[in-house]
């Protein structure tokens, strides 16, 4: 089985504090991804990684920083945290397969880190 | 225009009926489809992943592909309370990301 892991499944900070989230995955998996989720909004990318070391924005990369020096293990930092980046934050780990002669991406997420700036 | 587009709900049924939920996209080089089943307060579950046209079934959950109308359902058959929940489609065109829809709940009735 897949597993992602989380450092935190409820996190409380205060505004202007630098905050660390932490990933790791057990499969060996290539693709690491950030991800936020509010109400009404879905999923939105933060910033994922294809490689140690290598990082690509996401869709709402401002406000964040990433890091990536082993391969399972992605972290997610904020810079100064601010109350709008209270949120769910969802990790998440793929590999590249081959299904159906088609190139598939499943992606496995972790439990989650529910983060209350205040 | 959303990439993926899901009807938000709740869509309610009974229990013990057939639940449909749709999905369209609007990228036609789209490669791969997957369903996920979000408890409330939960993360999101990889539940089934389709990549051909037609249908795929697994247990009570069938997934149906139609690249020619950008469309995939999953069904749900014999509905049970355990099953309500929100489900997001989620659509990769050859990349390493994923996008999701909004998803949509589903309220299964005892």
């Known amino acids: 089985d897949v597993k992602v892991t989380q450092s935190s499944r409820y996190l409380v900070k205060r505004t202007g504090e630098k905050v660390f989230l932490e990933c790791v995955q057990d499969?060996?998996?290539?693709?690491m991804f950030w991800y936020r989720q509010d109400p009404g909004l879905g999923l939105r990318l933060i910033y994922f990684?294809?490689?140690?070391?290598?990082?690509e924005k996401g869709d709402i990369p401002e406000g964040y920083s990433v890091s990536r020096e082993k391969k399972e293990r992605f972290s997610l930092i904020l810079e100064s945290a601010s109350t709008n980046q209270t949120s769910m934050y969802l990790c998440?780990?793929?590999?590249?397969?081959?299904?159906?002669?088609?190139?598939?991406?499943?992606?496995?997420f972790g439990p989650g880190t529910r983060l209350t700036v205040t | 225009q959303k990439e993926v587009e899901q009807n938000s709900g709740p869509l309610s049924v009974p229990e013990g009926a057939i639940a449909s939920l749709n999905c369209t996209y609007s990228?036609?080089?789209?490669?791969?489809f997957f369903w996920y089943r979000q408890y409330s307060g939960k993360s999101p579950e990889l539940i089934m992943s389709?990549?051909?046209?037609g249908d795929k079934e697994d247990g009570r959950f069938t997934a149906q592909l139609n690249k020619a109308s950008q469309y995939v359902s999953l069904l749900i058959r014999d509905s049970q309370p355990s099953d309500s929940a929100t489900y997001l489609c989620?659509?990769?065109?050859?990349?390493?990301?994923?996008?999701f829809g909004t998803g949509t709940r589903l309220l299964v009735s005892p």
């Open positions: 998440a780990s793929s590999l590249r397969t081959l299904a159906a002669d088609t190139l598939s991406y499943e992606q496995y």
């Open positions: 499969m060996d998996h290539e693709n």
């Open positions: 990684s294809y490689d140690v070391k290598m990082k």
């Open positions: 990228d036609r080089v789209s490669q791969s």
């Open positions: 389709i990549y051909s046209n």
């Open positions: 989620a659509v990769n065109t050859g990349f390493q990301k994923l996008v």
